[in-house]
């Protein structure tokens, strides 16, 4: 007898439902494209619809998201020219070397060469830990940077950072007891993870007044919390320079921090994705944690430190070609397999992220063809990036009711907002967080989208929000006045 389906369809019931589904995915928050962001698309859809119309603006500016060239940011000619010589490498056939060399300068063309002699075809898988030609690179990046050795089998080339630290954190995460120190605020990326692999958060607060600074005493407070609990902390997370706070440590704060460290045990995880977003390089320069790790002496040999670094940031902002690398410093030649054996099981990091890791670690030089032209585009982006978190900063702290730390690195601000009673009580009947209510006021009202602080997690009873200072250098007045004149209106509507 034939099934009759309509008996099927009309008992069939789905395998996976919201309530079956792995309950750890569930407990996942990514606020950077949370509520806001959804938001921001729904309206974007509605103005690409119906024009501005019920809208007092006509464009979305995304400011929740560090995504350079999404805010139109340019990327970097040469290497843009290399990674499109290596897409096609029939360009570089002898019959066609007149008209790529008529488009194309030599020393692109010699590195596009050496690329896929080393690659083959960025078609093809690579080792599973990322190119050997391309982790020597690396290696060479890291020791000239620092002034110490660096080997390319203790590298992993990733997508973006975001894949190294999530098998990192899986590697650690042992079991359900297995606590990680994570600052607050923290960029989500984070707390996310150890919901999905359901460890416990050990939060440690950056001081908003001493300019998001780092104090020992903090760390060893919430250390002896968690362990008085039971928790088996294993690690620590740093974000240097951090986000969304933006602040730079110094060398000495990080002594101090490896030195905590390495008294409580703890692997220590050093995100310095933003380690060329520096924006005040006399006062707060950017020290790595290898470096700072190798200068303190041979106690510290068998100390165990993550360090990752990205092309989604900088001035590069090929954030879409996740690339990204990780190097472990003192991590047991065994576990350093057992990466590779998960690593091996996603087959490769992406071949084009892979060359872009490249060119961020192998930049031409004083005296290449290229070198000018290279040179100019990052200083401009940088000097840019520079002006425009200057200036978004006075802007807000200008507004009456906001105070805002400067950058001194990374791609955010994060200003502290002081809420009138009305506007709390609103937001409670809106069941949104206070923040979150005026971001969402901020985001209908003016167009921009930004991330409540409640996202990143804050000290209780505070609020904030971050912003990119990403939109074009041109837009800019008219963003920061948008901003300006919702504020007033804001505090107008609720102060009453
Ligand atoms: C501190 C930090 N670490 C890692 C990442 C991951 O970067 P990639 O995976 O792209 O290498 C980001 C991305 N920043 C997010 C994305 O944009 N805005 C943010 O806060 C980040 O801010």
């Known amino acids: 007898m034939l099934f009759d389906l ?175 120190m994570i600052p607050i605020p923290q960029y989500p990326l984070y707390s996310a993870t150890l919901s999905l692999f359901d460890a416990q958060p050990v939060p440690y607060y950056l001081n908003e007044e001493e300019n998001w600074s780092l104090d020992i005493s903090q760390l060893t407070s919430s250390l002896s919390t968690a362990r008085d609990k039971g928790l088996n902390v294993r690690a620590l997370v740093i974000i240097n320079p951090g986000n969304p706070t933006g602040q730079c440590l110094t060398e000495q704060n990080m002594r101090e921090i490896i030195d905590f460290c390495h008294q409580q045990h703890l692997v220590l995880l050093a995100d310095e994705v933003y380690q060329t977003n520096i924006y005040q390089p006399t006062e707060r320069p950017f020290h790595s944690f290898k470096k700072v790790l190798r200068s303190m002496g041979s106690k510290y040999d068998q100390f165990e430190l993550f360090s990752f670094h990205s092309v989604s940031k900088g001035m590069i902002g090929e954030c879409g070609r996740r690339g990204g690398y990780y190097e472990c410093t003192g991590i047991d030649k065994q576990v350093i397999e057992q990466l590779y054996k998960v690593a091996s099981v996603g087959l490769c990091p992406n071949v084009p992220g892979q060359i872009m890791v490249d060119l961020m670690v192998r930049s031409p030089k004083h005296g290449d063809k290229s070198y000018p032209l290279y040179q100019k585009e990052m200083s401009n982006i940088y000097e840019s990036l520079r002006r425009r978190s200057i200036k978004l900063n006075e802007l807000f702290n200008s507004l009456e009711g906001v105070s805002c730390k400067d950058a001194q690195g990374s791609m955010y601000l994060f200003p502290r907002i002081y809420l009138p009673v009305k506007a709390i009580e609103a937001a409670k009947a809106a069941g949104k967080q206070p923040d979150e209510f005026y971001c969402l006021e901020m985001l209908n009202a003016t167009g921009v989208c930004v991330v409540p602080g409640s996202g990143f997690h804050q000290e209780e009873g505070t609020w904030h929000f971050r912003s990119t200072f990403l939109p074009p250098e041109e837009l800019f007045d008219g963003f920061c006045e948008r901003l300006k004149n919702f504020h007033k209106e804001f505090l107008v509507k609720y102060n009453g």
Not at 36 to 60: C, H, N
Not at 86 to 98: A, C, G, I, Q, V
Request: aromatic fraction near 8%.
């Open 6 to 180: 309509k008996l099927v369809e009309t008992t069939y019931s789905k395998i996976l439902t919201f309530e079956t589904i792995n309950p750890h995915i569930k407990n996942v928050e990514y606020a950077v494209r949370g509520e806001l962001a959804i938001r921001a698309e729904e309206i974007k859809e509605e103005l690409a619809k119906s024009g501005p119309g019920k809208f007092g603006f006509d464009t979305v500016v995304n400011c929740n998201i560090g995504n350079p060239q999404q805010l139109l940011q340019r990327p970097i000619t040469f290497f843009r020219q290399v990674a499109c010589l290596t897409e096609y490498p029939d360009l570089l056939l002898p019959e066609n070397r007149d008209r790529v060399k008529a488009l194309f300068p030599s020393d692109v063309i010699e590195r596009a060469q050496l690329m896929l002699k080393q690659i083959g075809s960025v078609g093809a898988y690579s080792h599973s830990q990322g190119i050997l030609f391309i982790r020597k690179d690396v290696a060479k990046f890291i020791e000239e940077r620092d002034g110490y050795p660096s080997d390319p089998s203790n590298i992993f080339l990733t997508q973006g950072a975001s894949t190294g630290v999530q098998s990192v954190l899986q590697l650690i995460i042992a079991n359900s007891n297995v606590g990680i």
